[in-house]
């Protein structure tokens, strides 16, 4: 079997022009075709990764066979020159094709994506909803600032079957208005309200229910400590991306006086990039992103490598169904999993559209496909409207 076509899709959706998936397609001689994505749907950087899926496939991809994996992903990183140097870009691009490369091998060999990687060891894989700041809904993202629409939005969870949330309850200010720099210490008036957003969910969860607490690495190391009080105080399951991964030490003053469990990971590629966190055990939940930390070949081996250290894993999932269903497959194999994120935008038409299938958790639990390779396929009606690139 060999690679003869790829093709590469830069996703536009005009109802959330910020969303932008990338997707890759992979074509073989044997008619059989393979689907991955790269981890920068949202924000910048996703018209390059697409690109850079476009140089690889020129320069490695046409004529190989699908399943020399390993091969490939060495060459990759050693032969691309920038990929020693590392970066999301190059990491992207390299995950988006490794992933559609293991879609082809299972669909090839008649099984489940799982079942190449060690099989089932999670029947049912417990999910969170994610990101509770922007509403839980399948209509329109909101900006969520008053308490009560935190108790509405963690309602709205609550009837779906969910017994976990995540919220960033720091980004938006009284008004609604989005707070960038939170490296310096926060005023008594917007903890406050951070402590009233927090009880507000807790209201409605009870005290079994599980809060997770999302920083998006904006904090400084003052600003985290004052936020890892009131996680502590609301006994959260995790304090997610509490500072910044531009200087690991920041994590060690955290890990020595705060009493909640921290994770991290979205924005650390391949095993190099978390090799000090586990080693120092600053983390305890692991969340590498299978469409940037290097695709499924290198994220099952960061799994094991941070079972050594007994961390956690809970895959970073914010993208189009395509990364949705790498993650099942991934969270399904292996022994330390936690917990497995749904992301409000997955609730969206706008990305619920963009394939054939539409995974969704059914009363806070997802089960994996067991379609050949990933089950997943791209809609053409859909992704067909957006730029694409194709390389023969």
Same mark, same amino acid.
């Given at each position: ?18 969303? =932008? ?21 949202? #924000? ?47 990491? =992207? ?41 922007? #509403? ?77 607490? +999302? ?7 003052? =600003? ?106 991934? +969270? ?25 299938? #539409? ?34």
């Amino acid at each position: 079997m060999k690679i003869t076509q790829i093709e590469i899709f830069d996703i536009h959706c005009p109802k959330r022009p910020a969303w =932008s998936p990338v997707f890759v397609r992979i074509h073989t001689d044997e008619g059989l075709t393979g689907v991955g994505e790269a981890g920068l749907a949202y #924000d910048l950087g996703h018209s390059a990764a697409a690109h850079m899926i476009k140089e690889f496939a020129k320069e490695m991809l046409l004529g190989i066979d699908p399943f020399a994996t390993e091969h490939l992903w060495n060459r990759m990183l050693r032969e691309s020159f920038w990929g020693l140097g590392g970066g999301p870009v190059v990491y =992207s691009a390299m995950s988006a094709i490794d992933t559609a490369l293991w879609d082809i091998k299972g669909k090839a060999i008649g099984l489940p994506v799982y079942q190449l990687l060690g099989g089932k060891t999670n029947k049912k894989l417990r999910t969170y909803a994610s990101q509770l700041q922007f #509403d839980w809904d399948c209509y329109e993202r909101k900006t969520l600032f008053k308490p009560e629409d935190y108790a509405k939005a963690t309602e709205k969870a609550v009837a779906e079957g969910y017994d976990a949330v995540k919220v960033d309850p720091m980004m938006f200010d009284h008004k609604g208005d989005t707070i960038y720099d939170c490296t310096l210490p926060f005023r008594r008036d917007h903890l406050n309200l951070i402590r009233a957003r927090m009880q507000a969910i807790r209201d409605v969860l009870g005290e079994n229910g599980d809060i997770i607490f +999302e920083c998006h690495s904006l904090p400084g190391l003052t =600003s985290a400590l004052q936020l890892g009080e009131i996680a502590e105080e609301f006994n959260c399951l995790y304090f997610e991306e509490p500072v910044n991964y531009l200087n690991s030490k920041l994590h060690e003053p955290l890990k020595q006086k705060l009493n909640v469990p921290i994770a991290a990971g979205e924005r650390l590629y391949l095993r190099h990039g978390v090799r000090e966190y586990l080693e120092k055990q600053t983390v305890d939940v692991l969340q590498p992103d299978i469409g940037l930390c290097g695709g499924l070949t290198e994220a099952k081996k960061i799994c094991d490598y941070a079972d050594m250290y007994d961390v956690k894993i809970q895959a970073h999932v914010c993208g189009g169904p395509v990364a949705t269903a790498a993650s099942l497959h991934l +969270e399904t194999a292996i022994p330390n999993f936690i917990i497995h994120e749904h992301h409000t935008y997955a609730l969206k038409d706008f990305n619920r559209e963009l394939c054939l299938q #539409d995974p969704q958790p059914v009363n806070g639990f997802f089960e994996v496909s067991e379609t050949p390779g990933l089950g997943i396929e791209l809609n053409d009606e859909v992704v067909m409207k957006s730029p694409r690139m194709v390389i023969k």
